[in-house]
C-alpha cells in the first residue's frame, strides 16, 4: 500500500440504482472541501465497456468529457460542478478497463507464469488506481456503480473490503446509500430493503459506518431508530436524503444533519466547521428568483433529459448567478420538420441548439436557427449546432442550396462541414481520421485553446484573448467556405490551430456558435462565460 495518508470513504447503493450517489458522495465532497480539506472524488463502473463513449444517451445517459479526454460518467460532472475543480481519466475507470490491462500484463509475462486470478491480480490493479486518484488528496470519495450483489461489482467490493483491513479503520470508511420505499396501501415506510441490502454488505465483509436513506418524505425518530439498531450503525450516522427541490441544496440537508460529525469522527478529522454561505446564497436564488427568461431547447434526445445533463446544469448556475429562473422550453427538432420554427419558437427569449450525432432531427434544427437568426432571437448554438448554423447561413444567405456535413451526405459537393484527414490533438501529437476508423478513435476530445477575436461576442463573455474549453465531436467546419462567409455577414470569432472554432453573424442582437461543449466547465460558483451570457442576453433582450 501507498505510504501517503490519504483517508477514503466508500460510497456503495443497495436496493436498486439510481438513488443519487453520485450526488451523495458529491455533496459530501463539497462540505469536506468548504471545511478546508483537498477532496478528491473516483467514479468506479461495474460495466464491461472500456468506456460509455460508444454508448446511446439512451443507454446511460450522458457521456461527460474530461479536460484530458477521457469519456466518463455523467457522475464525473457532477462532481466537477459540485467540487469546482478538473478531474481526468484517473478519476473513472470501469472493470472493462481493469480486465483490458490485467490481460495485457499476462500477455506481457509481468506476472511470471501465475494463474490469473480475481483475487490478487484484479483487485489489485483496483487499489493502485484508487490509491492513484487519491495521492495528491486529503481525502478521496470513492463512489462504486451498480448495486450491491450485482455480479459485477463483486470485485471493486472485496477491494474495498481489503483496504479496510490493511489501512484500518481511521482511514477508510463506508458509507451505503440505501432505498425507504413509501407503501401507500400500508401508510408506511418500508425498513426491510434496506436491512437486507446492509446484511447483503456484510455477507460480502463490508460493515457500513453510515446510512444515507432515500426517502420521498422525512423519517420519523422511531424509524430511524429502528434503522440504527437493526443495521448495527450508531443513531447519528443515519441521515435522511429526501427529495430535493434542486440537487444543489443536498449539501445544506446534510449539514443540517450535522452528517460530517460522525464523518469527523471516524477519520480523525478534527472539529469541521464548512463555510457555505456562498453556496446557501446561490442555492436561495435557484429556489427563489428575482427573474425569468425562457430559453428554446431543441434537441432530439428529449425523452431522455440525462442525455443533456451538464447543459441544463449549466444553465441552472447561470440562472442562479443571474438571480433568474431559466425556464427550459424543450422543442424536438423533428417536430419542427413537420411543422414550422415559428410554432414552437414563438414566444421563447433565447434559442439554443445542443449537439448530437446523426441525421435524424436536423432539418428541424436548421429551421430553428434560421427562425432564431431572421427573427434577431439570442441563439447559442453548441458543437452540431454550430456546424448547422454554418450550414442554415450557406444555404439561406450565400444561397448554397446544396450545403451540407458529410456526416450526413458522404457525397454532397458542398461539404461545409467535413471529416478533417489530420489535426495536433490536445497533447500536441497527430491524430488521423478516416470514415473507417474506429468510432471511438476518430473524435477530437478534451480541452484545446482557443483564440477569440476582438469585439467579438465571445471575447465579450470570457473576457480574455485565449480560452480552453473541452470537445467531443468528429467533423470539422471547411476553412474553404470561411471568406465567403465572412464578406457574407457571418464571421469566425474562435480559431485552435487553425480549426474554426466559433462563429457569430454581424447583424444580429447576439448570435453565437462554438465547436466546443461549455457546459463541460460549468459550475454553480463559476458558470461558463459562453452559457451566462447568451442566458443575460435572454434575459435583457427579452
Given at each position: ?222 424509524i430511524r431508530k429502528k434503522i440504527a439498531f437493526t443495521c448495527d450503525i450508531d443513531e447519528d450516522s443515519v441521515i435522511e436524503a429526501i427529495d430535493a427541490p434542486t440537487i444543489y441544496e443536498v449539501p445544506l440537508n446534510f449539514k443540517i444533519q450535522e452528517i460530517l460529525s460522525p464523518i469527523a469522527k471516524q477519520l480523525k478529522l478534527g472539529d469541521l466547521k464548512p463555510n457555505m454561505q456562498e453556496w446557501s446564497g446561490l442555492v436561495r436564488k435557484i429556489l427563489e428568483p428575482k427573474n425569468k427568461t425562457t430559453i428554446s431547447f431543441v434537441g432530439k434526445y428529449l425523452d431522455l433529459k440525462e442525455s443533456y445533463k451538464s447543459l441544463t446544469e449549466a ?228
Amino acid at each position: 500500500m501507498s505510504d501517503n495518508q490519504t483517508k477514503y470513504i466508500f460510497v456503495t447503493g443497495g436496493v436498486l440504482s439510481s438513488l443519487g450517489k453520485g450526488i451523495t458522495a458529491a455533496s459530501i465532497g463539497t462540505l469536506l472541501k468548504h471545511s478546508g480539506f483537498r477532496v478528491g472524488v473516483l467514479k468506479l463502473d461495474p460495466y464491461i465497456n472500456v468506456d460509455p463513449g460508444t454508448m446511446s444517451p439512451l443507454e446511460h445517459g450522458e457521456v461527460f468529457v474530461t479536460k484530458d479526454g477521457a469519456e466518463t460518467d455523467l457522475d464525473l460532472g457532477h462532481y466537477e460542478r459540485f467540487l469546482d475543480n478538473s478531474l481526468t481519466q484517473n478519476n473513472n475507470f470501469t472493470t472493462g478497463q481493469i480486465y483490458k490491462t490485467v490481460i495485457e500484463n499476462e500477455r506481457q509475462g509481468k506476472y511470471l507464469g501465475k494463474t490469473i486470478q480475481i483475487v490478487p491480480h484484479i483487485t489489485n490493479e483496483i487499489k493502485e488506481r484508487i490509491i492513484l486518484a487519491g495521492e495528491p488528496k486529503d481525502i478521496l470519495i470513492v463512489e462504486l456503480g451498480g448495486t450491491t450483489g450485482d455480479m459485477e461489482g463483486m470485485p471493486f467490493l472485496e477491494t474495498i473490503r481489503q483496504m479496510r483491513h490493511e489501512l484500518g479503520k481511521n482511514r477508510v470508511m463506508n458509507i451505503h446509500v440505501t432505498l425507504l420505499p413509501y407503501i401507500r396501501t400500508a401508510d408506511e415506510l418500508k425498513t426491510k430493503p434496506t436491512q437486507h441490502s446492509v446484511q447483503e454488505l456484510r455477507r460480502i465483509g463490508i460493515t457500513p459506518q453510515m446510512l444515507i436513506l432515500r426517502a420521498e418524505e422525512r423519517i420519523p425518530n422511531d424509524i430511524r431508530k429502528k434503522i440504527a439498531f437493526t443495521c448495527d450503525i450508531d443513531e447519528d450516522s443515519v441521515i435522511e436524503a429526501i427529495d430535493a427541490p434542486t440537487i444543489y441544496e443536498v449539501p445544506l440537508n446534510f449539514k443540517i444533519q450535522e452528517i460530517l460529525s460522525p464523518i469527523a469522527k471516524q477519520l480523525k478529522l478534527g472539529d469541521l466547521k464548512p463555510n457555505m454561505q456562498e453556496w446557501s446564497g446561490l442555492v436561495r436564488k435557484i429556489l427563489e428568483p428575482k427573474n425569468k427568461t425562457t430559453i428554446s431547447f431543441v434537441g432530439k434526445y428529449l425523452d431522455l433529459k440525462e442525455s443533456y445533463k451538464s447543459l441544463t446544469e449549466a444553465l441552472i448556475h447561470a440562472g442562479a448567478n443571474l438571480d433568474t429562473k431559466v425556464e427550459i422550453k424543450w422543442v424536438d427538432s423533428e417536430k419542427i420538420e413537420n411543422n414550422s420554427a415559428k410554432q414552437y419558437l414563438l414566444d421563447c427569449d433565447g434559442v439554443l441548439v445542443a449537439g448530437g450525432f446523426g441525421e435524424r432531427g436536423v432539418e428541424g434544427k436548421i429551421q430553428a436557427i434560421q427562425y432564431a437568426r431572421e427573427n434577431k432571437i439570442p441563439f447559442l448554438g453548441i458543437c452540431l449546432g454550430m456546424q448547422l448554423a454554418m450550414i442554415e447561413y450557406a444555404r439561406n444567405v450565400l444561397g448554397i442550396k446544396e450545403a451540407n456535413s458529410i456526416e450526413f451526405d458522404a457525397n454532397t459537393k458542398e461539404p461545409v462541414i467535413f471529416l478533417i484527414d489530420e489535426f495536433i490533438d490536445a497533447a500536441g501529437a497527430k491524430q488521423i481520421r478516416t470514415t473507417t476508423s474506429p468510432m471511438g478513435g476518430t473524435m477530437r476530445l478534451g480541452e484545446y485553446e482557443c483564440n477569440t477575436k476582438e469585439g467579438s461576442n465571445l471575447r465579450e463573455a470570457y473576457g480574455i484573448s485565449t480560452i480552453f474549453e473541452r470537445h467531443r465531436h468528429r467533423y470539422e467546419a471547411n476553412p474553404t467556405y470561411r471568406e465567403a462567409l465572412e464578406l457574407n455577414g457571418m464571421i469566425i470569432t474562435g480559431e485552435s490551430n487553425g480549426l474554426i472554432e466559433a462563429v457569430e453573424v454581424v447583424d444580429h442582437p447576439w448570435f453565437l456558435g462554438v465547436q466546443f461543449h461549455p457546459e463541460f466547465t460549468s459550475r454553480l460558483q463559476s458558470p461558463n462565460p459562453s452559457i451566462l451570457t447568451f442566458v443575460k442576453k435572454s434575459l435583457d433582450l427579452k
